[in-house]
């Protein structure tokens, strides 16, 4: 089953350091799994966690926010509230049974282009480890949920 | 306003003073002589007191700039005369054939990746390679390529043409000649920089001979992730990671014998900063910060140092070391000083040193100032028409100084004197009925 | 305005320190067990405690090596000041510890009675032509005592002169050698005995008019630097021209006038303090060198302004410290793979000698590098018919 | 039309006679003139061209009950909102919930049985088990608890002292890390095939537990069980009871005492699933005389008492705020000491609405705000 | 919302980038899938869509099929969506009806060795940039008009630079001064260095160039009392002998700087001679130093310490550029006992190197082990453990002056809630960036100069009065500012009026108004939002909107990217 599963990752960027940073992998040409479908936002501070359930709910395998590094939002501290919010994000996460590594916050700034390979390529591996969604797993493969 | 400006130099100086001019509705020429605007800013990892991340909060100014209606950005060119007298100056630009059309490079970087020529990355402190036809790094501004016509084979022998076979957009012109354009401004300000002083002659350090012997911009671009070794800090023999750093303040400068008596004002910080930057990357490392005078003086400059020493255990040494010798087994350091505080002579090994050298007038404010007409002082800085009352005026009228050139100072006291260039070019032009 | 600052402080501008501790970090004295610290003594002095550090035994630790003037970035000269400070110390009744009990001191004192009828020049050989009169002089120094206070160590400090003159016959020069010649004075200098200094200066000069020399060579560092740049600063301009032999012959090697091989060897060189920091001579001697076929050069790590001092200085301090360093440089001269280690300066041939001689002999097998002096072999190398074909 | 046709007739709005007088008690109505319950009828009634379920307004109902109650036809008002937003997210209309629907997702996130964590609340000195015949459904406090962390409201505290006060009579109540959310909002936003798949799991869950009777400290659980999930599944094999009728059973069976610690003066305030969709009025008000508080009751209460004015996360705007200062004015002044409520939904509405910036001067509604089961658990 | 109105007809350009997209997936395919989608009118692909020709071919697209978004493929936006923004409006489109979708930087320079995967992923990336452009709306970038004229707060050296500049690039001022007299603190100061010009002379060159300036209206003995509005639009009122209400577009804050009074260090204040820096100045301005034969000056007197932590930057210069004075002209030997001599930059350096050689005495002393004065028969002593000699020394003293730290004024703090601009926790007032906006406020409009800032010096301070011109009449000379079209809106009928966004905006662009019926709602002032979100974020009951990146945008977003299994998903 392993090599046949694909995560669908859901990657929120602020447009100013992560998406840069995104961007800067690119021109690098710094390789990593194809699986991240990048959402923009002008700020990692506009991110909801309400956004994070929705994209598990309608069947994301992980989500990954990303934003400048704390003392560097262009916005002076909407990476901080994300943090804040992103707390919340992570509570329910643990007791709702979604496995906690199918979210990460990171930091990345706009010289990062070899940090955002690396987190994506890292994040996308451990999601392939704790396998598909186990809301949409579980459907799939017609089983009880599974530890 | 309207009326136009020639700003020299396209660093964090030359592009504040550019947007402000511009922003007023002033036509605003930018003549940078490398192929990227950004200057040295755009070299840094990270800036004190904040540790901003340095090319994240300086590449949206670079886009701005180059994008803005008001300002050519000449990249790659250089005054060659200016005649006449404020607010009516005729000035010639050389631009220098990158034999790339401008209009046609999408900076695709197709021909960068067939390109057979390796040379220095001057941008990475030459710490490694890149083509004969580059950007200079990668959020260079225009994102157009140059061709380096000393080292390009088409040009040194007459061979290879591979960026023009595989240059979907057909920009490459081999052909393209320098062009002299002349242009009418009313004031001008002069951004031009600073160059980094290179250790060679200082023996006792070593540097040129040690491996692990670097200067501090060499340390930038190895700590910064879009760096050579992407943010890793190497050591010789063995590419480990250091276990201690060095970090020696006053390389150069406060130096008589070195032609720099001067404090340049920004090393105290950016070794701080540096330092810093090691204990992030390597919890375990061991910082340490020689210094003569700890020159903390900015604004929230001493509570970053406090911060340094109690948050990142970094230990500062009044001393500034007299020797470093290698063990030439191991490529270990070891750094002699004279802590003022403890009466012996000591020793301390590390792994790595890095030498905080000083900052000097850029080697082009010589021919600047000839062509421009304006005095430098004795270390080469360009002279303030009146040091005290007028900061920002060359000793010609219509012309201002902004940034390193005009005397040590750090990004924020650049930024700010661009921008007071900028109020009093605007003046003459404002009183020229612009 | 300047009240408070002594003339020693003025004159090398010591106001200037900025306590940063970069002479006395790079001092190779302050290392070991010495408490001697340029730092300490500019700051005593600026804070007119001048009369602690001229009561202060390490006043004599100093080298003289130039080594804390190389590096201080406000251009202090230290060793101006040990000078003067030594001059003061003695004037005050201060005396200082000499090694080889100040014998070599006395002999510079003895030299001063004008009436002294000496025989230095029994050495020359033979065949070796030398003039009475004439416009050149070769200064020989105290190369003839040396090769007698040394015997043990038997250090072959004449060969030097020997060297020197047959290089010179070579190249068709016969100076003149003087039997009237004095001691230059560099050690009374350094010690602080500016009248005994001046003495021998005056005697030498008087000497060198008399003769009416227009140029002198000097084949000794010491002497050479006493020559050129004391004698003027204490008894006025000298009407002749003094020449560092080294850079007469590598003149004469490059006009073709003497050619040099020898066995294949590998070589090493070490500059003496006075030659290098001192008047920043490097390139002569290694430009010779390179002109003897067969040498292979190899530098040591620490060379030219970074080149250790060989420990002793002046006579005066010689310790521990200075064997330690004296077996490091030799070690580094072993590192580079050379057989010999070659020096321009006597006393830097007799003190790493020295330190070779007095090695336990089951260490002697590890100390595998001969030390000689430039002119010795290089006039070992001299290929005489080159002349004669001329 | 025909479904709007078929709730038409279950809710009997045929005999909506157009009197208005749902109009002049709907607490919505009261405060904008351009919302009543009737017109949405008659809107309904009238057969308006396909746009009835994007209609905005049926999303502004709190659903509170007191126009239902005051129907002299016996409208279901209520049931009837229900239904048209149950059409309205058929026809792909998103609701307009607050937070942006998050609880919402939350709830349909928990429909697939995933490996909760649910009871990492439970602290050591609380005594549960997995089985036994009192089962305790603790529903969406936990989370509840830390997403209204900032505005100051300890949800969790109830679910604490409920469990708290159950040992202390000699209970071990049962509790199950797979009970999920009873689906009372999704339910309220019509999404029933939802609230369907949370039942099943729900009943499952307490089933295997072993419960002949379930405990209630949520008023909306409470409804959702009784009505919806019986409306759908039959008739529950155990007992559904609330937990002030349960104590004031165990009050009046000498079982439980409470601790004398002075007169203070509380007011209640009935929350309308407790109130007017479940008619437990009395319970509360007992539990509270018994824990020795002097009750000192608002102007409107029972079945005419106000809604906190949110429903299920649904409506929550500008005039839910004026509802809250409004009911927080009348509890203020009836110079209690404390507002007692029995429902989370109704501490959190109120407590939200004096966090920051208040409307009006701090002191008219400057009363602590607090729920049943911890009030009443301090003096045991 | 045109959303509603009319139906939206999507056009498609996806880029070949030469070979840089096109070598690495299959373009044509995805050109070909994005036709299935919905709203999809047109689609097309290019070797290269930023060419000319590129360019074209969507204005010939947008007019032949009557398309009201456009969806190009390629790059990345942050260096391209300007340039295909700017087409679109030339063939009538409103700009932020155009949606990027980065398929290069992001997906084909990434995956380059995975053309399939790339292509699905191409795709998803194109669908999600419909689903968002299907619910795009047509924003439009507002202009506000600026009163032409400007405010500065502060007469010193640093407001009357500013002043000068501003007036001399033609633009109306008005300059507050709370004293009497214009100058600030540096007339309080005896002789300044380089050009060893009189204080007060210099002040008076400076004042007497303000009064021939017409455009420059001075206000002495005043103060500002309020401030309403926002950048272009500030209402001002001003309190001295006469009260006004002054209308201008921006405001200089020059408020300076004052010295502490180190009362409770050492006997200041009860032996009289321990003075502070600015009371040597005055005792050299008046000559009263008879008598006087050595002058200890001790440096860091409260700073550098718990209280006041910072670095006061001028204190070591001052110190040397009067002992300096007071050895040439009153023939007063100095000793200045500091902790480190913090004099940067090449001028001051000199200047250090000037008092050495004139035979100014320079001892150190420990960061921790503060000097202690000592009172011995009536004459003062000094004692340190001077580092350099390493044990610890006495200087006797006729006179120590001690030199302390500069704090900002008395009002700040009411000042800092009037302009609604931050102090920082060194209580001075705090810049947009650190880095690259030292003079402005993050909220728009107001600009910051002076040691209000931090301390500076007398050159420093001029560069920054004219730095702070230059940004303040950039508006001025505009006439206009044009606001971001990407801001917050609240929807007034949703908003509980808790304030919680005001709270988190860093920009004070929301602010909470009274409504007629007494309730209080925010507001976004669309002139000082910047878009960031984080209030939209931040409100609970979704009351708040921010434009062109909606709830509404991002949740389709989402659900298109998870809507089909073409890039991921479980197969097999």
Same mark, same amino acid.
């Given at each position: ?147 | ?18 947007? /402000? ?31 901003? %991340? ?50 046609? %490079? ?271 002082? /004795? ?25 390193? %050139? ?29 | ?48 405690? &001048? ?33 003067? @400070? ?78 020197? @003159? ?29 009248? &005994?200094?001046?003495? @021998? ?49 590598? &003149? ?109 002999? &089951? ?28 | ?39 949405? $009828? ?198 559904? $009871? ?139 | ?572």
């Amino acid at each position: 089953m392993d090599n046949m599963f694909k995560p669908r990752i859901i990657a929120f960027c602020c447009n100013w350091c992560s998406y840069a940073g995104a961007d800067l992998a690119g021109v690098s040409r710094f390789q990593y799994p194809p699986n991240a479908r990048i959402i923009r936002v002008m700020c990692s501070g506009r991110v909801e966690p309400r956004f994070v359930f929705r994209a598990f709910e309608k069947g994301a395998d992980g989500v990954i926010v990303t934003g400048c590094h704390i003392g560097d939002c262009h916005y002076i501290s909407g990476n901080k509230k994300a943090e804040e919010r992103m707390k919340l994000v992570r509570y329910l996460i643990g007791i709702l049974g979604l496995e906690e590594d199918r979210f990460r916050l990171e930091w990345i700034s706009a010289s990062e282009g070899q940090k955002f390979a690396h987190v994506m390529t890292a994040f996308i591996n451990k999601i392939k480890e704790l396998g598909p969604n186990p809301m949409f797993g579980k459907i799939e493969e017609g089983t009880e949920c599974q530890q | 306003m309207h009326g136009s400006a020639l700003v020299l130099g396209g660093g964090v100086a030359g592009i504040q003073s550019s947007l /402000d001019l511009a922003n007023k509705g002033i036509k605003v020429y930018l003549v940078e002589k490398e192929p990227s605007i950004g200057g040295v800013m755009a070299l840094l990892d990270k800036t004190f007191p904040t540790n901003d %991340c340095s090319i994240c909060i300086l590449a949206p100014k670079m886009n701005e700039c180059f994008a803005h209606s008001n300002i050519e950005v000449m990249t790659y060119s250089e005054l060659t005369s200016l005649e006449g007298e404020a607010p009516n100056f005729q000035v010639t630009i050389l631009k220098k054939a990158r034999f790339i059309d401008e209009k046609k %490079c999408t900076g695709c970087g197709d021909c960068t990746q067939k390109c057979p020529t390796k040379v220095p990355n001057k941008y990475n402190m030459n710490l490694d390679e890149r083509k004969a036809i580059y950007l200079p790094f990668p959020q260079s501004v225009p994102r157009i390529m140059t061709i380096d016509k000393e080292l390009c084979l088409k040009f040194t022998k007459d061979k290879c043409g591979n960026c023009s076979k595989v240059c979907k957009a057909k920009a490459i012109d081999y052909e393209q000649k320098d062009e002299e354009i002349v242009l009418q401004v009313g004031a001008v300000v002069v951004a031009s920089g600073f160059e980094i002083y290179k250790p060679i002659e200082m023996f006792e350090y070593g540097y040129g001979k040690y491996p692990n012997v670097r200067t501090a911009i060499e340390y930038e671009r190895l700590i910064c992730a879009s760096g050579p070794t992407e943010g890793n800090l190497l050591v010789e023999p063995n590419g480990e990671h250091p276990s201690q750093i060095g970090f020696i303040q006053c390389v150069g400068s406060r130096d008589f014998r070195r032609k720099n008596p001067y404090c340049s004002s920004v090393c105290c910080m950016y070794a701080t900063k540096e330092a810093m930057l090691a204990r992030e990357h390597y919890e375990d490392i061991e910082a340490y910060i020689f210094y003569t005078d700890l020159r903390a003086v900015g604004k929230n400059f001493q509570q970053y140092v406090d911060r340094a020493k109690k948050d990142y255990d970094i230990k500062y040494i009044r001393a500034r070391p007299g020797q470093i010798v290698e063990n030439p087994d191991t490529n270990k350091l070891t750094i002699w000083y004279d802590d003022l505080i403890n009466p012996n002579v000591q020793s301390l090994e590390v792994d790595m040193v890095v030498l905080c050298t000083a900052l000097m007038p850029s080697t082009t404010a010589n021919r600047i100032g000839e062509i421009l007409g304006i005095e430098l002082d /004795d270390n080469g800085f360009f002279r303030a028409k009146d040091l005290l009352g007028d900061p920002v005026s060359s000793t010609r009228d219509g012309i201002f100084i902004a940034g390193y %050139c005009a005397g040590p100072k750090d990004i924020p006291e650049s930024v700010t004197q661009a921008s007071g260039a900028s109020a009093r070019a605007s003046e003459v032009i404002a009183q020229a009925g612009g | 305005m300047t009240d408070g600052y002594p003339p020693l402080i003025l004159e090398n501008k010591a106001y200037y320190c900025v306590e940063c501790g970069k002479c006395s970090s790079i001092c190779p004295m302050n290392r070991g067990e010495h408490g001697i610290s340029p730092r300490r003594i500019v700051k005593k002095i600026l804070e007119n405690y &001048e009369i602690e550090v001229i009561e202060d035994q390490w006043l004599y630790s100093c080298l003289i090596c130039g080594l804390c003037d190389e590096v201080c970035p406000s251009m202090i000269s230290f060793s101006t000041l040990i000078r003067e @400070l030594r001059h003061r110390a003695l004037q005050s009744g201060n005396r200082k510890l000499c090694s080889k009990s100040g014998l070599l001191l006395q002999v510079g004192g003895i030299m001063m009675r004008p009436s002294l009828k000496q025989n230095r020049l029994d050495w020359l050989p033979k065949d070796t032509k030398i003039s009475e009169k004439g416009d050149i002089m070769y200064f020989v120094g105290c190369l003839p005592f040396f090769d007698v206070i040394f015997k043990d160590i038997d250090p072959k400090t004449i060969d030097i002169a020997k060297g020197t @003159l047959r290089m010179l016959n070579a190249a068709g020069i016969e100076p003149i050698v003087s039997n009237n010649e004095r001691c230059c004075g560099h050690d009374q200098l350094w010690s602080g005995d500016i009248v &005994e200094f001046e003495f @021998l200066a005056k005697l030498n000069v008087e000497h060198f008019k008399e003769l009416g020399i227009k140029k002198l060579l000097v084949s000794c560092p010491e002497c050479y630097e006493t020559i050129s740049k004391y004698y003027p600063k204490y008894i006025g301009d000298l009407d002749f021209e003094v020449i560092y032999t080294m850079e007469y012959i590598s &003149e004469l090697i490059d006009e073709g006038k003497i050619t040099m091989k020898i066995d294949e060897m590998k070589v090493t060189y070490h500059d003496p303090c006075s030659l290098g920091r001192h008047l920043n001579i490097y390139e002569p001697p290694r430009n010779v060198i390179a002109n003897i076929e067969n040498l292979s050069f190899i530098e040591m790590p620490q060379n030219k302004e970074s080149g250790p001092c060989c420990g002793v200085s002046a006579w005066i301090t010689c310790d521990r410290t200075s064997k330690e360093m004296q077996i490091n440089r030799l070690k580094e001269a072993i590192s580079t793979g050379a057989s010999k280690m070659i020096t321009t300066c006597p006393k830097c041939l007799i003190h790493f000698l020295c330190s070779l001689k007095q090695r336990p002999e &089951e260490e002697k097998d590890t100390m595998g590098i001969d030390v000689i002096d430039l002119s010795t072999l290089a006039s070992k190398a001299l290929e005489i018919p080159q002349r004669e074909g001329q | 039309m025909s479904a709007i046709d078929d709730l038409i007739d279950d809710t009997g709005a045929y005999d909506c006679v157009e009197c208005g007088k749902c109009t002049t008690v709907c607490p919505v109505a009261k405060l904008d003139s351009n919302f009543a319950p009737r017109l949405i $009828v008659v809107k309904a009634l009238e057969g308006v061209d396909g746009g009835l379920a994007q209609n905005k307004d049926i999303w502004r109902c709190t659903t509170c009950a007191i126009c239902s109650n005051m129907c002299p036809y016996k409208v279901d008002y209520t049931e009837f909102i229900r239904g048209l937003r149950g059409e309205a997210i058929i026809d792909g209309f998103e609701p307009i919930c607050s937070q942006g629907g998050f609880m919402h997702t939350i709830a349909r996130i928990l429909s697939n049985q995933l490996h909760q964590d649910r009871l990492n609340w439970v602290t050591d000195d609380l005594k549960v088990a997995k089985k036994g015949e009192v089962y305790y459904f603790s529903g969406c406090q936990a989370h509840l608890n830390k997403i209204f962390k900032e505005k100051n409201v300890k949800v969790i505290d109830i679910a604490r002292n409920c469990i708290r006060i159950l040992n202390k009579v000699g209970i071990t109540p049962a509790m199950s890390n797979n009970e999920v959310c009873c689906g009372h909002d999704l339910n309220w936003i019509g999404d029933e095939a939802t609230l369907k798949k949370l039942m099943e799991i729900n009943i499952k869950a307490i089933k295997t537990a072993g419960a002949k009777k379930v405990l209630f400290s949520c008023p909306e659980c409470m409804r959702t069980f009784d009505f919806d999930y019986q409306g759908f599944a039959g008739d529950l094999d155990f007992e559904l $009871v609330y937990i002030t009728d349960f104590l004031m059973d165990l009050v009046d069976d000498g079982k439980l005492e409470f601790k004398d610690k002075g007169k203070e003066k509380v007011t209640y305030h009935d929350p309308c699933r407790l109130g007017r969709h479940l008619g437990i009025y009395d319970s509360p008000r007992e539990l509270i005389e018994a824990a020795g508080f002097e009750l000192i009751e608002m102007e409107n209460i029972c079945e005419n008492a106000t809604c906190c004015g949110v429903n299920a996360f649904v409506t929550c705007e500008a005039l839910s705020k004026t509802m809250q200062i409004n009911r927080l004015i009348e509890a203020k002044n009836t110079q209690a000491d404390k507002l007692v409520t029995a429902c989370p939904k109704c501490l959190i509405h109120f407590s939200c609405a004096v966090w920051k910036e208040i409307p009006v001067e701090k002191e008219k509604v400057d009363i602590p705000i607090i729920d049943l089961i911890s009030v009443v658990t301090e003096r045991i | 919302m045109s959303t509603e109105q009319e139906q939206p007809r999507i056009g498609v350009s996806v880029c070949h980038c030469g070979t840089n997209i096109g070598g690495f997936l299959d373009v044509p395919a995805v050109a070909e899938y994005v036709k299935t989608l919905p709203y999809v009118i047109y689609s097309e692909h290019n070797l290269y869509t930023c060419a000319d020709d590129g360019l074209t071919s969507i204005k010939n697209a947008i007019k032949e099929h009557d398309l009201n978004r456009i969806i190009v493929a390629s790059c990345t936006p942050r260096t391209h969506a300007p340039l295909f923004q700017y087409t679109c409006e030339s063939a009538g489109l409103n700009p932020y009806l155009f949606e990027f979708v980065n398929i290069r930087e992001q997906c084909s320079w990434v995956h380059m060795k995975e053309k399939e995967e790339a292509t699905l992923k191409a795709k998803d990336l194109i669908r999600m940039g419909v689903a968002r452009a299907n619910l795009l709306e047509p924003q439009t970038e507002k202009r506000v008009d600026v009163i032409s004229k400007a405010l500065v707060i502060g007469g010193g050296v640093a407001g009357m630079s500013a002043s000068l500049s501003l007036a001399d690039q033609g633009f109306q001022i008005y300059l507050i001064e709370k004293e009497e007299e214009l100058g600030g603190m540096v007339r309080k100061y005896y002789k300044l260095t380089p050009s060893n010009i009189d204080a007060l002379e210099f002040i008076d060159n400076m004042v007497n160039k303000i009064k021939i300036r017409e455009n420059i209206k001075i206000y002495k003995s005043s103060i500002v009392k309020d401030v309403r509005g926002y950048i272009g639009n500030f209402k001002v009122t001003i309190e001295g002998k006469s009260n006004e209400n002054l209308e201008v577009g921006t405001i200089i804050l020059a408020t300076g700087a004052q010295e502490f009074k180190p009362n409770g260090f050492y006997e200041y204040g009860q032996d009289e001679r321990i003075v502070t820096t600015i009371e040597l100045e005055n005792k050299m301005r008046i000559k009263e130093l008879d008598g006087v034969i050595n002058v200890i000056m001790i440096q860091c007197v409260g700073s550098r310490e718990e209280r006041i932590p910072y670095c006061s930057r001028i204190c070591c210069m001052t110190a040397i550029k009067n002992a300096i004075y007071l050895k040439k002209e009153f023939d007063i030997s100095v000793n200045i006992l500091h902790n480190e001599i913090r004099v940067y930059g090449d001028y001051y350096e000199a200047l250090y190197r000037k008092a050495q050689e004139i035979g100014v005495h320079f001892n150190k002393f420990g960061e921790n082990d503060k000097p202690k004065v000592l009172k011995e028969n009536g004459t003062l002593n000094v004692e340190i453990f001077n580092e350099g000699l390493g044990r610890i020394e006495k200087y006797p003293a006729d006179l120590i002056v001690v030199s302390t730290p500069m704090v900002n004024i008395s009002d700040a703090e009411s000042l800092s809630k009037m302009l609604k601009v931050p102090l920082g926790q060194d209580r001075f007032f705090f810049e947009a960036h650190v880095k690259l906006r030292p003079l402005d406020f993050a909220t728009d409009g107001i600009f910051l100069c002076g040691a209000a800032h931090a301390p500076a010096t007398i050159p420093e301070v001029i560069t920054q009065g004219y730095g702070a011109a230059s940004r303040a009449a950039i508006p001025l000379a505009s006439g206009y500012v044009q606001v971001e079209a990407i801001t917050s809106h609240v929807e007034e009928a949703k908003c509980r009026g808790c304030g919680r966004c005001v709270e988190v905006c860093e920009y004070k662009a929301l602010e909470l108004a009274e409504l007629e019926n007494g309730r209080r709602v925010s507001r976004t002032n669309e002139v000082l939002c910047k878009g960031c979100g984080t209030c939209v974020a931040t409100c609970c009951n979704g009351a708040i909107s921010m434009m062109h990146y909606t709830s509404e945008q991002i949740n389709a977003m989402i659900d298109a990217a998870l809507s089909e299994k073409v890039g991921g998903g479980i197969v097999g």
